[in-house]
T-cell receptor
Framework: GDSVTQMEGPVTLSEEAFLTINCTYT??????LFWYVQYPGEGLQLLLK?????DKGSNKGFEATYRKETTSFHLEKGSVQVSDSAVYFC???????????FGTGTSLTVIP | NAGVTQTPKFRVLKTGQSMTLLCAQD?????MYWYRQDPGMGLRLIHY???????AKGEVPDGYNVSRLKKQNFLLGLESAAPSQTSVYFC??????????FGDGTRLSIL
């Protein structure tokens, strides 16, 4: 079945450090891939997306590239800030289905 | 610009009580979803709807019922609340081939 596996946290980084959060997927059909971010006490917000192989999604300095050959969609940011502290979820949807599949979330804390 | 609105935001129930969580969206989205979020388990789909008058089971439907009588509203019901249903509940909506938009959640405690 369709599923997403993402790197377990929590992750703690110093401000301006490089961030990578790994995400791999299993899917039937041709999935679209997403990263969502959840700040404390809030719902999930779409951070970026990619709808086909080799697409790169980007937003607020975050990037992720849809790699079909490795079935991966790793999230990266070159220089994290304290305000990036949140929980990050990788997700997929298959265009033939109605459901989204979420990873378990990775908690990121950035310290000054 | 409300987006997805969930009511209530917090609720405490006693075991065996019933309640209904309301989700309302003003974006004319066809699809609506109810998830629960528990520590270490991410988001798990309870029920979803692909249009007015339709509902379908997700990954963890037991103990919950839903209704979608109007396109803009998706109700989640607990007929007889159990402590295992203590969780944060999120509603989401989307249009075809688009990402989901989430509400801010309902924090529910069952004593």
């Amino acid at each position: 079945g369709d599923s997403v596996t993402q790197m377990e946290g929590p992750v703690t980084l110093s401000e301006e450090a490089f961030l990578t959060i790994n995400c791999t997927y299993t899917a039937t059909g041709y999935p679209s891939l997403f990263w969502y971010v959840q700040y404390p006490g809030e719902g999930l917000q779409l951070l970026l997306k990619a709808t086909k192989a080799d697409d790169k999604g980007s937003n607020k300095g975050f990037e992720a590239t849809y790699r079909k050959e490795t079935t991966s969609f790793h999230l990266e940011k070159g220089s994290v800030q304290v305000s990036d502290s949140a929980v990050y979820f990788c997700a997929l949807s298959v265009n033939t289905g109605n459901q989204f599949y979420f990873g378990t979330g990775t908690s990121l804390t950035v310290i000054p | 610009n409300a987006g997805v609105t969930q009511t209530p935001k917090f609720r405490v129930l006693k075991t065996g009580q019933s309640m209904t969580l309301l989700c309302a969206q003003d974006m004319n989205h066809e699809y609506m979803y109810w998830y629960r979020q528990d520590p270490g388990m991410g988001l798990r789909l309870i029920h979803y709807s692909v249009g007015e008058g339709t509902t379908a089971k997700g990954e963890v439907p037991d103990g919950y019922n839903v209704s979608r009588l109007k396109k803009q509203n998706f109700l989640l019901g607990l007929e007889s609340a159990a402590p295992s249903q203590t969780s944060v509940y999120f509603c989401a909506s989307r249009s075809t081939h688009q990402p989901q938009h989430f509400g801010d959640g309902t924090r529910l405690s069952i004593l």
